[in-house]
Every structure is written in C-alpha cells, then in structure tokens.
T-cell receptor
C-alpha cells in the first residue's frame, strides 16, 4: 500500500499557483518525498524531491513540514499543460521501485 | 536530461501469442531498470526490478514465468509477455536509474498492449 494520502482531485485557475498537499505521517527518517506527474497515456515525469529542507527547481517548489509528516507541491504559475495526475511518493531512493498511490488529478481551468 | 525509450508504443496481439517490449536508456547506462503496469483508471503497479546481468526480482503476485525479463546490457531491458490473454491488456511502463545512489527514475513513454 502507498504510504501517502492525497486528495483525489483539485482545480486551479490558469496563471495561479497550484498547491497540492500530501500526507505521509509514517515516513521514516531516511525516506525522501518525491513528486512525479503523469499526463494522460504517457510515462510519469519527475518533478522534485526532498528530505527535510524545502526545495525549488525550475518546475516547482516542495515545502516539507518540520515533522516531515506532510508536504505541499507548489506549481507557481499553472498552465493548461500542467493538467495531470500528480503522485506524491516516499522512498529511500537508490535501487528501489516506486510505490504509486492514487495521486491527485489536477485540472487547470482556463 | 536522461531519456528512456520503449518499443513498440502500441501492440495488438492475439490471445495465446507472446509479445516482447523493449526498454532502452538512450544517453546513460542504467544500472537498474523497473517494469510497471497500469490498468485503466488505476495507478502504476511495480511488477519487477531488473539489474544488468542478474535475474529480475518480481513483486508478489507477478508470475515470473509469464512475464520474462531480460536485462542483457546496461542500456536495454526487455519484457516478454508469454501466452498473452485479454486480462494482460494494459499499459506497460519501464523506468531506469543511472546509478545505485540515484534519486530520480527516468520513465519511458509506455507501451499499450491489447490482447484480442
């Protein structure tokens, strides 16, 4: 079973920030939080990952709470092409397969 | 960035036949490759982990004699669905890591298998 809980769907207006929450209350000390997204009928795309500190890259920002039991993925200026299913995954990294939950279907509205 | 390709992108086969799906890392050597499948409206499920030159490790409930995995080189892994049945119809996706300490998996575009 997935170790994360996400809302099944969210809407966001184009141009606004999309904030996707994820609960991972059973995360262990050496596990990272990863975010991937999957656009319909394509392979998943890596977005970002983090351990304890907040992270930012060209795609998104990742905010991890101090107790590490939850996190938020932020897409700062959502576009229609950001419509996808977003998966929050906890994993130790390295040579481990990923356990995907049901993810959040993010729909960007024009 | 690292690119993973899959071939074919779509395949239709008759029940009882076998189908081979290839997964290639195009610009890096993949120490580990993974195979997932995804049924309609469901999430990805890990099927097996494949290391170059050794036997694949299958997840519980995945039949190793039905889903044959060969990882003969650092850039190629193949998944053969043997004696395919309609219930094997699914979206098969591979991913690869470029080192044992890598934190990112690079996914292929997927192969849509339809068994008639």
């Amino acid at each position: 079973d997935a170790k994360t809980t996400q809302p099944p769907s969210m809407d966001c207006a184009e141009g606004r920030a999309a904030n996707l929450p994820c609960n991972h209350s059973t995360i262990s000390g050496n596990e990272y939080v990863y975010w991937y997204r999957q656009i319909h009928s394509q392979g998943p795309q890596y977005i970002i990952h983090g351990l304890k500190n907040n992270e930012t890259n060209e795609m998104a920002s990742l905010i991890i709470t101090e107790d590490r039991k939850s996190s938020t993925l932020i897409l700062p200026h959502a576009t229609l092409r950001d419509t996808a299913v977003y998966y929050c995954i906890v994993s130790g990294g390295g040579a481990d397969g990923l356990t995907f939950g049901k993810g959040t279907h993010l729909i960007i509205q024009p | 960035g690292a690119v993973v390709s899959q071939h074919p992108s779509r395949v239709i086969c008759k029940s009882g036949t076998s189908v081979k799906i290839e997964c290639r890392s195009l610009d890096f050597q993949a120490t580990t490759m993974f195979w997932y499948r995804q049924f309609p409206k469901q999430s990805l499920m890990l099927m097996a982990t494949s290391n170059e030159g050794s036997k694949a490790t299958y997840e519980q409930g995945v039949e190793k004699d039905k889903f044959l995995i060969n990882h003969a080189s650092l850039t190629l892994s193949t998944l053969t669905v043997t004696s395919a049945h309609p219930e094997d119809s699914s979206f098969y996706i591979c991913s690869a890591e470029d080192s044992p300490t890598s934190y990112e998996q690079y996914f292929g575009p997927g192969t849509r298998l339809t068994v008639t």
